[in-house]
Structures are given as C-alpha cells and as structure tokens.
C-alpha cells in the first residue's frame, strides 16, 4: 500500500541571490526523502566510510552561498526549494507541483525507483545527487537525467585500476546476502574482467555469532584456503566490512567496502583547492565533506554554471546549457557530463578514511579520447538506450 | 639588440658552462609547502647551497622595492620578510587568515592580499602588520595584482572566475571581469595597457585591456600531445621589454614562451611535474620554473628554449626569487 501524501512540501527555502538585482531567476527543486533511512541517527553516528552523513541541502547551500559573486557579476540568481516525499508517488507529485511552479531543475537524492519517477513525471532536467546504481546510467537511463555522484561502476573501475596499479590481481571475493550486494558484485565484477584481474574465488558471508554458521561469518574460515593478492568485500550495509581489515588468516588488503575504498571525495583529500572546499563545508555542516556532500555541491555548481552562463534564460536555455556547460570540482580538472549516460565525469579518491592515498584514474593508463571514460560504463559498451 | 645579447649569452653557457656559470652571482630562492624553509640555489653552480628557515607552509614569493625577500605563510597567517644578505629573519608582518598570494604596492607601504578561506582581499600596512582594509571578493581568491601606478588592484577568485578590479584610494570593487575557468596568476604588460590572467582550467591567458576593463582577446595554450584538461596554466611572468611572456603550463609540464605582440606561442619547453611558478634571472638569460609535484626546480637556458638542469629542492615547491 503506498501513501500518497508529500510530507511536509516546501520545508525551507535557500537562496543565493543580491535581492535588489532584477535578475533572471533561475529556480530549482531539490526533493528528498521524508524520514531518510541512511540519515537515522545511529547509522550516522557509525559513519561508515562511503555512506551519508547529513542531507544534501548541506552541499548545496555551500555552494549556492560561494556561487553569490559570480552570479550577481552575471546579473542573474538561482533559488533553491525543498521539498520532502516518502513515497515514489508522492516524489513524482512534487516533481510535477515544481514543474508548475516554474522550475528548471529538479534535484533528488531519492532511491532509484523515486528517482525514476520524478524523471518521468517531468519534462525537466533532474539532477541525481546521491544515487549511485548502475540501472540509472544503463538500462533505465534517461536523457534528462544527470548524475554529479559517480555510479557504481566507477567505483569499482577506479578500485581495479588501483589494484592493476599494485599488481594485485588474485582476488578473494566476499560477498553480502542483500539484493544490492548481488548487483553490486556482478559490478565488481564487470570491472575485474575490464582490467584483467582475477578472482581466485567468491564466498557470501553473514553477520551471526552463531555457531552452526561459522564458516559465513567467521573472517579467518571466509579468508582461508586460497591463496590471493587482496580481499575485496561488496558489503552494502557496512558492519561487516569495517572490522574485515586485520581479521583475515592473511597478511593481505582489503579493498572494496572496507579497508581501501574509492569515493567520490575526501576530507583529506590535499589537491587542486580541495582543501578550502572541505574547509568552508565543515565550518557550514559542522561535520566533515563526505562523498555524498560533494555530488550535492556539485549540484549547486551545476546550477550556477547554467545561470551564469545563461543569465537570461529562460527554463529552456538553462536545460540546453546543463549537458555542455563544465563544472569545477576542485578534483583538478573542468568536470562534463557524459553525453551516452548523464554521469558526470570525474576523477575518484583511493581512501582508507583516514586520508586519500591515491587517485584514479591511475596514472599512465590511456583512453582514446578522455582518460576519464577509463571509469565507469563507456560510449562503446552501448549501455544506455535512453527512452526519452 | 637585446636578443642579439641573451642568444650569445646562450652559446657561451652551452660551450663553456663553467666559465659562464662564475660570471653569474646570486642566489635563488624557493618556497615549499611542507618545510617551513626556503632553498638556496647558487646561480653560479646551479646547486643547492642550503636553507634558510621561516614561517609554516610558505607560498608566494617575491622581492619588496628595498630587496627584501618577502614570502606568504599560509599556515602561519604571516609573511616572513628575510634579508638575502644575511640569511636571516628580519620580521613577520601579519597577513589575516591564510594569506595566499599578495602584491606590494610601488611605494613598498601596503602589502596586497588575497585570504582564500575568508574570501577578502586585504591591505596591509607594511610596517605595522595594521590590517588597513579588507574587501569581501569571491571564493578561493589567488592572484594578486597592482598597478605600476599604485591606483588600481586586480585580484582572481577562483570559484567565481572573475577577475575584481579595485581602485585602492577608495577600497571598492569597480568592475568584476569574467576570465576563463579558475583564473590565477596575473601579469601586466609593462607599458600597463594588458592585463594577461591564467585560467587554471581553462587551458588559456584572458588578455584584459586596462582603459575599458575588457577581456580582448584569449590565448588557446596548446601542448602537442596534451589534451586541453591537462593544459592548467598558472605562473606567469613578463619579460622586462614586454615582448615575451612565460607561461607554466601546470599538468603539461612544460613552460609556453609565448610572444606578446602576436599572441602566439613560440616555444615550448619540457620541465617537472605540475610546472607552477616562473621567474627570471637579472640578465634573462635563465628560466626558472617551479615544479610542485616533483620536488625540484627545473632551470631554463631562454634563448635556446631548452632545459639546462633539475634541482631537486623541498616538498612541494611553490614559488621562486633570485637575488643577484
């Protein structure tokens, strides 16, 4: 049974623009989830490495505040409305409410079948800030739809590369039980065939004490009897993961979701400015620039190129300009987005939490056209067949 | 004539490179972020004679009116003023919350500044450390520029791609000029009229004419070989008759010699790693060009557009004066 109520529409309102400017005004609408699920506060006080800390209006009211010069240099604004829904349903009508509102942009950090519906539901550019999942950037693909966070594929592209880096390439794969888990390792996998990695073998695990199912829960049965360069876990959920490092019967690393993990950003991260950014994100959130944090600055970015590329607009100059219009992303380099799936292209961050130990894509590797595609599903694997 | 001077110059060094190398005298002076000291290059045998402390994580450099070292310590949110001749701390001056880059004005009195976290450009008394102004510019100002005049003062924000034009007499923002993605560095042509500013991420120089406050004309910098995102343009540096520029290429690792009239580059020089900032011996016969990401500074023969020797130097040079 699904409810149909938009909980609590239209709950604040940010805005970034010289009130006394009668400027185009580029509006947008950022929709998350009511009562989010990766924001319950036991969850985020674990703060496993590559999960959520705080909602997305945190990156994008820091950028929306850094974005003020240049946008009143270019004489015009951008106002940002959120709006919370629980359900795909009730996504789909906030989307529509905001189309009739007069907006150009849509933003969600929603699960991948809200996502879905708001893209459909609108005629609009969405903005997908926080949902990594393959099917968005492959077979359910949409033109309109752009996404700042890298997708699954990247982050498992960026973490092989790392390991072809090290010449670790026998891998024991431990996998979790959870539907995500499965997708997520058939990703993985996708990425060791593409760099010619190998995977020695591939065991589920599961979190018990009990006895009787030691062999899936205990680290040093899971790890024993094969010989192997490196671990790689797929753990969606994050507690088994985070204590695998210093447990297994071998002196090996473990990448994946614990140990060694690609994200997006890091707080650590030391190059191309990302520092200040980290800096102004923390004295604004209280809490340190994750992964999520940047794809929802780089929302906020995305929303001044376009009004400060387009400072006239209208809504239908704003959308054209979205799909080739760079973005900076202190990450060294003018960010685009892929023009076969939406994602935006960018470099990923090797970390092990306490700081970044490298990048990727790794250094010497070649790409014909843009080193970048090196991460994440490119134009001639045909992935993404847009229906609209 | 000039040019006749420096190319003989050129052939002396590379025929007899010893007794080229004892006529040349003076120091080179490095910056490095994660030191807390400056090296000492000696001209004359282009090697590393020492170094001299001084603040935390110390970035821009240069020389003040009375030959000073002056450096910017962004950690210690002070600069150190260094006297060459004795090697030795003369004192700090206070410069706000992480001083970045800076200019001195021409009288030697107010020191420029861009603080990156605060976004503010701020004037500071020389003598007294007396903060004098401080203007609220874009984020992650850089780079730093006064007029020979003393009138007017350019500043780049990064974030905001814009270069601020402030008058200095009254201490406001007259015009934000939109560069290229990530302007950083700036230089003037010495008759004043050009203002040519590197966009980091923009693989360019914005030429911005100084009587309309407009950018007339961009460079294209172009690497063979080098796709336009690994083109990242930061240091840049005049030569004293204008009719050359030296662009460092950043990621290209190579330094653009770039003529001034045509607007074309001529030359193209291999150094290190992340080519960062330039500077230029008294006779401009040598380059030296800062390499942040493989720790040395890499010394550049300019007539003959080739790279003379590697320096490795501290952990992640940043800029470089020389004292001769």
Excluded at chain 1, 48 to 66: F, K, N, R, S
Excluded at chain 1, 146 to 151: K, T
Excluded at chain 2, 11 to 27: F, H, N, P, W, Y
Excluded at chain 2, 301 to 306: I, M, P, Y
Aim: include cysteine.
């Amino acid at each position: 049974m699904r409810q149909r109520h938009v909980g609590s529409l239209v709950a604040l309102m940010l805005c970034a623009a010289a009130a006394s400017t009668a400027a185009a005004t580029l509006k947008a609408t950022l929709i998350l989830p009511a009562d989010d699920p990766r924001l319950e506060r036991t969850r985020v006080e674990r703060a496993y490495l590559g999960h959520a800390t705080g909602p997305a209006t945190d990156g994008l009211q820091v950028a929306l505040d850094e974005g003020k010069f240049e946008l009143e240099a270019a004489g015009s604004a951008v106002t940002l409305s959120v709006v919370n829904a629980a359900t795909p349903d009730a996504a789909r009508a906030a989307a529509q409410a905001a189309e009739k509102a007069g907006a150009a942009v849509v933003l969600t950090d929603l699960s991948t079948d809200a996502t879905l519906a708001v893209v459909d539901a609108v005629k609009l550019p969405v903005l997908n800030l926080g949902d990594s999942a393959d099917r968005l950037r492959q077979q359910d693909c949409r033109a309109r739809l752009f996404h700042m966070i890298p997708s699954e594929r990247m982050r498992s592209d960026a973490l092989a590369q790392t390991l072809v880096s090290r010449k670790w390439s026998k891998l024991l794969m431990l996998v979790g039980s959870s539907p995500q888990d499965q997708l997520r390792a058939a990703t993985a996998q996708a990425s060791i065939k593409r760099y010619g990695l190998q995977v020695v073998a591939t065991k589920p695990f599961k979190l018990s004490a009990d006895p009787r199912e030691r062999d899936l829960a205990n680290p040093l049965l899971l790890t024993a009897g094969a010989a192997y360069d490196a671990v790689w876990v797929v753990d969606s959920d994050g507690e088994f993961a985070r204590s695998l490092p210093y447990r297994i019967v071998l002196p090996r690393p473990v990448v994946g979701d614990g140990g060694l993990l690609a994200l997006a950003w890091h707080a650590q991260f030391e190059r191309y400015g990302a520092p200040q950014v980290s800096r102004r994100f923390a004295k604004a959130a209280k809490r340190p620039m994750t992964d999520h944090d940047w794809a929802a600055w780089m929302g906020g970015k995305a929303l001044i190129a376009i009004a400060t590329a387009e400072p006239k607009g209208p809504n239908s100059a704003w959308a054209q300009a979205l799909a080739k219009t760079p973005v900076d992303g202190s990450k060294g380099g003018a960010l685009s987005f892929r023009s076969w799936d939406g994602q935006l292209r960018q470099s990923m961050l090797l970390t092990d939490g306490q700081g970044v130990i490298s990048q990727a894509p790794i250094e010497g590797l070649l790409h014909p056209t843009e080193v970048l595609d090196t991460l994440g599903a490119d134009a001639p694997e045909k992935l993404c067949k847009p229906k609209s | 004539m000039n040019r006749k001077l420096t190319s003989r110059l050129g052939v002396a060094l590379g025929l007899i490179t010893l007794c080229a190398a004892a006529s040349t005298q003076g120091t080179a002076y490095v910056s490095s972020e994660k030191d807390d000291a400056l090296t000492m290059i000696d001209l004359a045998t282009l090697t590393v004679k020492g170094t001299v402390p001084t603040c935390k994580r110390g970035r821009h450099i240069q020389l003040t009116p009375d030959r000073k070292i002056m450096v910017a310590c962004t950690d210690s949110n002070a600069a150190d003023v260094i006297d060459p001749a004795t090697g030795k701390s003369l004192r700090r001056v206070p410069l706000g919350d992480e001083p970045e880059a800076f200019d001195i004005s021409p009288d030697g009195k107010t020191l420029y500044v861009s603080n990156e976290d605060a976004a503010e450009a701020s004037f500071i008394d020389a003598a007294s450390g007396k903060k004098l102004q401080s203007i609220k510019v874009g984020q992650e100002p850089e780079g730093v520029k006064v007029s020979a005049d003393g009138k007017t003062l350019y500043v780049t924000s990064e974030v905001a791609s814009l270069v601020h034009v402030i008058d200095v007499a009254t201490a406001k923002i007259t015009k934000n000029v939109k560069v290229g993605k990530r302007p950083r560095r700036m230089a003037l042509t010495p008759d004043g009229k050009e203002l040519w500013v590197t966009n980091e991420l923009g693989a360019s120089v914005s030429i911005i004419a100084t009587a309309t406050h407009t950018v007339i004309d961009t460079i294209k910098l172009e690497v063979k070989g080098a796709r336009a995102q690994d083109i990242t343009p930061v240091g840049i540096l005049m030569a004293r008759d204008g009719k050359r520029a030296f662009v460092a290429l950043g990621k290209a690792n190579h330094v653009a010699f770039v003529d001034v009239a045509s607007r074309k580059t001529t030359n193209l020089v291999l150094v290190g790693k992340r080519a960062w900032n330039v500077a230029l011996d008294k006779a401009e016969a040598r380059l030296f060009v800062v390499n942040g990401l493989s720790d040395d500074v890499t010394v550049v023969d300019v007539a003959g557009a080739k790279p003379i020797k590697s320096i490795p130097v501290g952990r992640v040079p940043y800029g470089v004066v020389i004292v001769e």
